[in-house]
């Protein structure tokens, strides 16, 4: 069955250094998203990408942070310079239309020191 | 803005039993999608199960349903004849109907299931 991946499982990054984390979604979908989780609180919704371009983004989603889909299995998430409150985990979606289901990926663990 | 609600943080409940997991959100939108996903240790989340807003009927799906009471805005989820691998974090979502929504999960908190053999 076909399944969201992601790279890396845990990334170990310094504060103000950038990371970027890569996801590759099922191959049919169209709508990709990605979502955070600190420890301990909610997951919360980051952008959902459509068509090439962003089409929502939540307020956490400001300019540190960008989202590309080089080619046409890869979705990556930029943070260019990382914050201590940017640890958390990191989960992709994707979906092929809005209304269904989103499939997740395992998730990478995103710690700064 | 809507917000989703579950008051449980942890649950505990004997093999082949029933338990049900609360949730509630809050929202002033007529349609929208709730969805409840488990998160088993060190896995992704899954789906396990979708109610649309507009349908009466409570959705089932094996030995999982839910208590949809729209007008108290309440999404509880019953799981009947427990198993081991039930073990798992569960997540309340909310996603909007909403024209032009591209469909991004509001989420609870999860609640903590532990299942005893």
């Known amino acids: 069955e076909p399944e969201v991946t992601q790279t890396p499982s845990h990334q170990v990054t310094q504060m103000g250094q950038e990371v970027i984390l890569r996801c590759v979604p099922i191959?049919?979908?169209?709508?990709f998203y990605w979502y955070r989780q600190i420890l301990g609180q909610k997951v919360e919704f980051l952008v959902s990408?459509?068509?090439?371009?962003?089409?929502?983004k939540s307020e956490i989603f400001d300019d540190q942070f960008s989202v590309e889909r080089p080619d046409g299995s890869n979705f990556t998430l930029k943070i260019r310079s990382t914050k201590l409150e940017d640890s958390a985990m990191y989960f992709c979606?994707?979906?092929?239309?809005?209304?269904?289901?989103?499939?997740f990926g395992p998730g990478t663990r995103l710690t700064v020191t | 803005a809507q917000t989703v609600t579950q008051s449980q943080p942890e649950m505990s409940v004997q093999e082949a039993e029933t338990v049900t997991l609360s949730c509630t959100y809050d929202t002033s939108e007529s349609d929208y999608y709730l969805f409840w996903y488990k998160q088993p240790p060190s896995r992704q989340m899954i789906l396990v199960i979708r109610?649309?807003?507009?349908?009466?009927q409570n959705a089932t799906e094996n030995r999982f349903s839910v208590n949809f009471q729209k007008a108290a805005k309440s999404f509880s989820l019953k799981i009947s004849d427990s198993q081991l691998g039930d073990a798992a974090m569960y997540f309340c979502?909310?996603?909007?109907?909403?024209?032009?929504?591209?469909?991004?999960?509001?989420f609870g908190k999860g609640t903590k299931l532990s299942v005893k053999p």
């Open positions: 979606a994707s979906g092929t239309v809005p209304s269904y289901e989103q499939y």
């Open positions: 979502a909310y996603r909007s109907r909403k024209r032009g929504s591209q469909g991004n999960l509001i």
């Open positions: 109610q649309e807003a507009y349908k009466q």
């Open positions: 990408f459509y068509n090439n371009e962003i089409s929502e």
């Open positions: 191959s049919n979908h169209l709508y």
